[in-house]
């Protein structure tokens, strides 16, 4: 069990050594060097609003659901406005969005329940989070650490996901659970919201899910051992990154 602001974390965390928290913060810090505005890409003026648009950002880009959400905010400006509502009235607001239906039930019935349950203000604890219809781990998470700035576990989407395996900081066959614990573990309290938020930067701008940088980058030089072995092989600038580089990259993970 660990204490810090935001309450107890439930769950003991994996060990890792000293020199494998020295060497994720000296990633952490050059990552924020490198991406200093790195912040949630989702647009919102009120955490309901940011509870709404992690809902309808599963499985869909955050420019998209950008491009959805003034005119639903607008229309349900409050969570007592979507209790008021049916989910049939909510979807022309999300149609652009994937399973629009389903996520209007979702954004529906979540919103419902902070209107009811906790007189319209969104819950600041992880498990009243937890205890909506439709909101799981990562989007808790998203909210907690954004609109409230409170950290109680790492968001792990597909980015933070790929380059935690690929830079090693997780096993390969993590699962995302196991993830988001290895990160808790290497990566200081106060820092695990912003290093999702880098994570996803560094993964849109050099560690693609397809032609990843590996080779030409300064982060990826230090941190990546890929970029060592594709530099050794004189491979091509774009590159497709070995799928298990947990065990080479062991110094910043677990020992893999
Ligand atoms: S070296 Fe390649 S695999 Fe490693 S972090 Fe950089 S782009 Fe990703």
Not at 127 to 152: M, Q, S, Y
Not at 215 to 237: L, Q, T, V, W, Y
Request: with cysteine; aromatic share 6%.
């Amino acid at each position: 069990m660990i204490e810090a602001e935001g309450g107890e974390i439930p769950f003991d965390l994996p060990r890792v050594t000293g020199a494998q928290r020295e060497r994720a913060a000296a990633l952490l810090k050059a990552l924020r060097q490198r991406y200093p505005d790195a912040r949630c890409a989702l647009r919102y003026t009120a955490p309901h609003e940011l509870l709404v648009a992690t809902i309808l950002s599963a499985q869909t880009t955050d420019i998209g659901v950008n491009k959805a959400t003034p005119a639903l905010f607008a229309r349900f400006p409050k969570p007592a406005d979507y209790a008021r509502a049916t989910a049939a009235e909510i979807e022309p607001y999300v149609r652009s969005l994937g399973f629009f239906r389903n996520k209007a039930r979702a954004v529906q019935a979540a919103m419902s329940e902070v209107a009811t349950i906790h007189g319209g203000e969104t819950p600041r604890r992880m498990d009243d989070l937890l205890a909506l219809r439709g909101v799981a781990r990562k989007t808790a998470n998203v909210v907690l650490g954004n609109a409230f700035g409170i950290n109680v576990g790492v968001v792990v989407d597909t980015h933070v996901e790929r380059l935690s395996k690929r830079m090693g900081l997780a096993p390969a066959k993590s699962t995302v659970a196991a993830i988001e614990r290895r990160l808790m573990a290497l990566f200081p309290r106060e820092s695990w919201t912003d290093l999702s938020h880098l994570l996803i930067a560094h993964g849109r701008a050099v560690c693609k899910a397809r032609g990843a940088l590996c080779a030409e980058d300064e982060i990826c030089r230090r941190f990546c051992s890929n970029a060592k072995a594709m530099r050794r092989a004189g491979s091509p600038k774009r590159a497709k990154p070995a799928k298990n580089t947990a065990r080479r990259n062991a110094p910043v993970g677990r020992k893999a």
